[in-house]
C-alpha cells in the first residue's frame, strides 16, 4: 500500500524538513545558553495556558516557528491539490510541525490549585446565581427594609409571632387572573397571614422594632413594572393595622380620580360590599341613593401618587419590639373601563420599601445591584 506522503512532491518535503532542522538547530543554542552563566534578567510574562509538543513546553518563538511552518506546509499541499486534512497532520507531524492537544481548561484549572479554587469558587457563584433567578421568577411582589433600618433592628414577618423573621419578604404572582369586582375580595381578606391568592392578589405581614431605640419610619408601594398599561385597570387595596385604603390610576379618558359608577351616573351604585364592613365609615364609600331601604353606594378610591408611587405612609415614634401589619391586595377591576381586551397578557409588578425617615430613597432603599436588576418582574403573566 502506497505511504500517504507518496502524494507529496519532494521539494515540499525537502522545505518542511529544512525548516523543521533549523528550528531544532535553534532550540539547542538556545539550551546551550542557558547552560552558561548569565547576569541578565529575562522578564518575560508568564504564559497562563502553554504550548506544548512531545509532553515539552515550547517558548513563544517555537510556537511561532511551528505555526509558521504549518501555514508554509498547508499551503503548498493545497497547491499541489492535497486538501485532505488527515493528510496535512500525518505530513506535519512526522516533520515536528504540530502541538499536543490541549487537556481542557478544567483539566488545566486542576493542576493549578489557585485556578482550581477560583473556578469553584465561580461555579459556587453561578449557581447562586441561578438559584436567585429562580427564587426572583417565584416573588414578583417584595417588601425591603433599607440598609438603615436593619441596622436599627427592624425585622419582616408573616406571622404576628414573628417565629420566622426577615430582612425581605416576596410573593408568588397570582397568574391568570380574571376582571373581578371589589365584591369579589371577601371581608376576612385583612385575617389571613402570608399569601392568600385568589381571583386577585393578595399579601399579609408584619414590621416590627427590634432595635434598641424609638425612630420614625416611611414606607412607600411603588410600581416598578408593567406591560400593556395594565396599572389603569388595576386596583389596590391596602390595609395598615386594619385600616384600609383603595388605590386607582385617574380616569384614562378624563384624567380625573377614578370612581364607580363614574360622577355622572347616579342611576346605579354598589350593594353589599365585604370589605366596606371593614370600613363602613370611609368616604371612600360615598352613598348614591336609597331605595326601599336599600342604599346604593359609589366606590372612590384615591389617585395613585404618581406614576410610580402607588401610595406612601409614615409610622412616628415606633418604639422597640412595637410591631405594625400591612396587608396588600390587587385585583383587576371589572367595571373600570380601562379594564378592556387590550390587557390581556399584561403584567403588573410592585414593591414595598420601608426606610427610615429622612433616608434618602436613592440611597437607601435596602436594595442591591441585583436587586435593581430584577425589579422587573410581575404581578400577573
Known amino acids: ?40 534578567k529575562e522578564t518575560r510574562q508568564r504564559r497562563i495556558f502553554k504550548r506544548r509538543r512531545a509532553g515539552v513546553v515550547l517558548s513563544r518563538e517555537e510556537v511561532k516557528a511551528i505555526k509558521a ?13 492535497i486538501k485532505s486534512r488527515r493528510e496535512f497532520e500525518l505530513v506535519a507531524g512526522s516533520l515536528g510541525l504540530y502541538f499536543d492537544k490541549r487537556r481542557g481548561f478544567l483539566l488545566w484549572l486542576r493542576g493549578h490549585w489557585l485556578g482550581f479554587l477560583l473556578g ?8 447562586l446565581f441561578i438559584f436567585s433567578i429562580v427564587t426572583r421568577l417565584r416573588g414578583h411582589f417584595t417588601i425591603n427594609l433599607s ?21 425581605e419578604l416576596f410573593a408568588n404572582p397570582a397568574v391568570n387572573v380574571p376582571c373581578v369586582s371589589i365584591k369579589a375580595i371577601p371581608e376576612n381578606v385583612d385575617s389571613i397571614d402570608g399569601e392568600h391568592n385568589d381571583a386577585y392578589f393578595a399579601y399579609t405581614y408584619y414590621i416590627r422594632n427590634e432595635g434598641e431605640s424609638t425612630v420614625d419610619y416611611t414606607w412607600e408601594l411603588e410600581l416598578n413594572s408593567e406591560s400593556l398599561d395594565l396599572s389603569t385597570a388595576g386596583w389596590v387595596m391596602l390595609f395598615e393595622d386594619g385600616e384600609l385604603k383603595i388605590f386607582a390610576e385617574r380616569n384614562g379618558e378624563t384624567g ?7 360622577y355622572d351616573d347616579n342611576s346605579r351604585g354598589y350593594i353589599n360590599i365585604p370589605v366596606m364592613k371593614l370600613a363602613p365609615d370611609s368616604d371612600q364609600f360615598e352613598p348614591i341613593k336609597t331605595v326601599n331601604g336599600i342604599t346604593y353606594y359609589r366606590v372612590v378610591p384615591k389617585p395613585f401618587i404618581s406614576e410610580s408611587i402607588i401610595a406612601e405612609g409614615e409610622q412616628t415614634g415606633v418604639a422597640p419590639m412595637e410591631y405594625h401589619k400591612y396587608t396588600v391586595v390587587l385585583w383587576l377591576e371589572g367595571d373600570d373601563k380601562d379594564a378592556d381586551n387590550s390587557k390581556i397578557g399584561g403584567h403588573l409588578g410592585t414593591q414595598m420599601n420601608f426606610r427610615l425617615t429622612g433616608e434618602n430613597p436613592d440611597a437607601a432603599d435596602g436594595r442591591s445591584g441585583w436587586d435593581r436588576f430584577w425589579d422587573g418582574l410581575s404581578f400577573w403573566d
Open 120 to 127: 469553584l469558587l465561580a461555579l459556587f457563584l453561578l449557581i
Open 1 to 40: 500500500m502506497p505511504s500517504p506522503y507518496d502524494r507529496i512532491p519532494e521539494d515540499v518535503l525537502k522545505d518542511a524538513a529544512d525548516d523543521a532542522a533549523e528550528k531544532k538547530t535553534e532550540k539547542k543554542n538556545a539550551a546551550k545558553s542557558k547552560e552558561q552563566p548569565s547576569y541578565t
Open 256 to 262: 380625573e380620580p377614578e370612581a364607580i359608577p363614574p
Open 147 to 167: 440598609d438603615n433600618m436593619f441596622r436599627e433592628g427592624f425585622v419582616l414577618s408573616e406571622t404576628e409571632d414573628f417565629k420566622e423573621t426577615y430582612v
Open 69 to 81: 511552518g504549518r501555514k508554509k506546509l498547508r499551503r503548498e499541499m493545497k497547491a499541489r491539490g
